[in-house]
């Protein structure tokens, strides 16, 4: 009933002008603030902050004041658990954004958010499971996420891997549910173009010490090794690595894409580390986000997860304008409007909000494109986009090239012929 009183209340503004100092939207977010994934879901959390001061900036969405409710998940999907129930059952919030990896966004949608109908949008789980739950009917089709699964980007790190010389693999990956999928999808591909994998060794978190996982991964006498990992537990087990006499030649998962991992490894040990993200398409939203990110947050505008929570924590806001309503199921239904192909393009920042907040006030169709390019979601919220091949060099991550949706398409074509 609040959330129904709050809706009618935000809707009976005639314009998206100034905001009405009684009426305020509060949306969950489920970050892990600390935890093996800290540094994406402290960057996460400041992205859906920013781009919540942007569209309040424009108006806010039906002359409402966007908030955050914040919960630390702390990488760990039963505190994420309590956190999501509380923010439902106790706050009564619309909508969460989060989690930030697959072992906690899992969790939250099929403990809460699903079963009590609540819109969910993760900037950064990209287990293929959430898409196969979704398929099976298990999501009640409130799941949605801005970055692509796993299923695509296992293809193009097999690709980037040979491309760049890295043939005879070992792979050590984090035991659950993300690093298992991505284990499967990369190997699969990995195999069908050429290359070699020598062994793969599951590891748990926050141990203090791999020394055994890493001495069983080099038992084979790979080439290099492929970790699938988060930045603090990866620096444990690359400096364990090295200092066993492993190559020095690595492949790494999004996440890795951190200057906390580069820091602590050793910038002269990672001159061969090669990577996959989920990439962007530039626009002038990115090129916006990269000119005010740092100033707003103090992090790096290529923090791991920050582009893709700055555009989750926009749709969200856009959605309840376009729904009507702060209503869940108008969210729902929003985040499809304000992604319309055939909208009126629309880009970050308070005035591309001021723009499209009367556009949708006006009855017309937007398309919002993000920070990461032009987003459109299927009917299980994923979304397709480029990925982005990146290597460090000099202590810095250097973008080396991508590989566009129809690039992926045309090698999953070539792989599924083999």
Partial sequence: MRRLLLGAACAALLAPG????????????????????????????????????????????????????????????????????????????PAIIGGIISSVSIPILTAVTAPAHVVQVSPASSSPTLTQLGREGKTNGIFFRTITSDALQGVAAARYALDVGLKKLAIIQVNNDFGANMTKEFAAAYKALGGTITSVTPYNEKAASYDAEVTAALAGDPDALYLISYPVDGATITRAWISKGGPRKFLLNDGMNSGDYIKAVGAKYLEDAYGTSSGTENSPSTDYFNANYKAFSGLDPGSPAAVQAYDAGVLVGLAIAAGGKADSAAIREGLYKVTDPAGEVVTAGAEGFRKALALIHDGKKIRYVGVIGPIRFDQYGDITGPFRLWQIKGGQVVTKGELTTADVDRLRAQIAGK
């Fill in 18 to 93: 100034a905001l009405a100092a009684d009426c305020k939207v509060t949306i969950g977010v489920v970050m892990s603030l600390t935890g093996p994934a800290g540094a994406y879901g402290q960057a996460g959390a400041k992205s859906v902050e920013m781009a919540f001061r942007d569209l309040n900036a424009a108006g806010g969405p039906l002359g409402c004041t966007l908030a955050t409710e914040e919960r630390d998940a702390q990488s760990q999907g039963t505190v994420a658990v309590d956190a999501a129930k509380q923010l439902v059952e106790i706050s009564h919030v």
